[in-house]
């Protein structure tokens, strides 16, 4: 997929009303086989279990670091959540089949919520804003139902929701799992309602989640970017990373100069 076969009006349009997309195709076979080998490395270095969450992910291999600016998404970011962004989390998930639903301390799944800190986000008249986005790369087959999907509720995020029963386990009215195969990514905003699903299957779930928020939060992972992450990080890189200016008034109100990402807008804010 290249950024040219994106409708980004008409994607933004979408999520507005919705709350999520699903596109097809973004990562090739060969990309995502790269990414599913870097994977491979970083676990072989983790306990076993049945579920692995690990922060920072793009810290513990270039591979995936390189998605941090992938050229078929970030544009389509920018629209929807402006230019004055950066990356807000890594975060790589593993739930391999679990047909006994057994609970692990590292979630092997996630009932009803909305992402964000405690206490949460403002909310006025039932609604929170949406404050930031995650992008998920999908690198297992994901294609059918109960495999550890992601569940969500289209449109929660624009009207006062707040599910009767948090039990990721029973369904809810309105839910959908979002299904796609490898290569395949979909974004979502912090405020949508979602869930992990128990893996009731034979397949291994693999998603990796990079969410971007604006420069002016605190980012989940780190607070200043490492060294090894910035080395011969060009300009847009490096503004994702979070490095605009030693004046920090300018990450509320920065030069043109300093967040090179305005050059990606096709709408104006």
């Given at each position: 997929?290249?950024?040219?076969?994106l409708?980004?009006p008409?994607?933004m349009?979408?999520?507005?009303e919705e709350g999520?997309?699903?596109l097809?195709?973004?990562?090739s076979?060969?990309?995502?086989d790269?990414?599913?080998?870097?994977?491979?490395?970083?676990i072989?270095?983790?306990?076993?279990?049945l579920?692995?969450n690990?922060?920072?992910?793009?810290?513990?291999?270039p591979?995936?670091?390189?998605?941090?600016?992938?050229?078929?998404?970030?544009?389509?970011?920018?629209?929807?959540l402006?230019?004055?962004?950066?990356?807000?989390?890594?975060h790589?998930?593993i739930?391999?089949?679990?047909p006994?639903?057994?609970?692990?301390a590292?979630?092997?799944f996630?009932d009803?919520?909305?992402?964000?800190?405690?206490p949460?986000?403002?909310v006025?008249?039932?609604?929170?804003a949406?404050?930031y986005i995650?992008?998920?790369?999908i690198?297992s087959?994901?294609?059918?139902?109960?495999?550890?999907?992601t569940?969500?509720?289209?449109g929660?995020?624009k009207r006062?929701?707040n599910?009767?029963?948090k039990?990721?386990?029973?369904?809810?009215n309105?839910?959908?799992q979002?299904?796609?195969?490898?290569?395949?990514?979909?974004l979502?905003?912090?405020?949508?309602w979602?869930a992990?699903s128990p893996?009731?299957?034979?397949?291994?779930?693999?998603?990796?989640?990079l969410?971007?928020?604006?420069?002016?939060m605190?980012?989940?992972?780190y607070h200043?970017?490492?060294?090894?992450?910035?080395?011969?990080?060009?300009?847009?890189?490096?503004?994702?990373?979070?490095?605009?200016?030693?004046?920090?008034?300018?990450?509320?109100?920065?030069?043109d100069?300093m967040?090179?990402?305005?050059?990606?807008?096709i709408?104006?804010?």
């Amino acid at each position: 997929m290249k950024t040219t076969d994106l409708n980004i009006p008409e994607l933004m349009k979408q999520f507005n009303e919705e709350g999520y997309l699903l596109l097809p195709g973004v990562l090739s076979q060969e990309k995502v086989d790269r990414l599913n080998a870097a994977i491979d490395e970083v676990i072989a270095s983790e306990p076993e279990t049945l579920a692995h969450n690990i922060y920072n992910s793009v810290e513990r291999h270039p591979e995936i670091a390189s998605l941090i600016d992938q050229p078929e998404i970030l544009p389509l970011i920018v629209n929807l959540l402006g230019h004055n962004i950066q990356l807000h989390i890594s975060h790589l998930t593993i739930r391999k089949p679990n047909p006994s639903e057994a609970q692990t301390a590292s979630h092997s799944f996630i009932d009803w919520h909305q992402d964000g800190p405690h206490p949460q986000f403002p909310v006025i008249a039932g609604l929170t804003a949406t404050y930031y986005i995650k992008t998920c790369y999908i690198l297992s087959d994901m294609s059918e139902p109960d495999r550890g999907n992601t569940k969500v509720i289209p449109g929660s995020h624009k009207r006062p929701y707040n599910p009767n029963n948090k039990d990721v386990r029973q369904q809810v009215n309105g839910e959908v799992q979002v299904c796609g195969k490898p290569g395949d990514v979909f974004l979502f905003a912090q405020n949508l309602w979602h869930a992990g699903s128990p893996n009731r299957s034979e397949f291994t779930r693999r998603q990796l989640f990079l969410g971007y928020s604006p420069i002016w939060m605190r980012p989940i992972d780190y607070h200043t970017a490492s060294a090894s992450l910035l080395k011969d990080a060009d300009p847009i890189r490096r503004q994702l990373l979070g490095q605009i200016s030693d004046n920090h008034f300018k990450y509320y109100v920065p030069e043109d100069s300093m967040v090179p990402l305005k050059s990606l807008r096709i709408t104006e804010a």
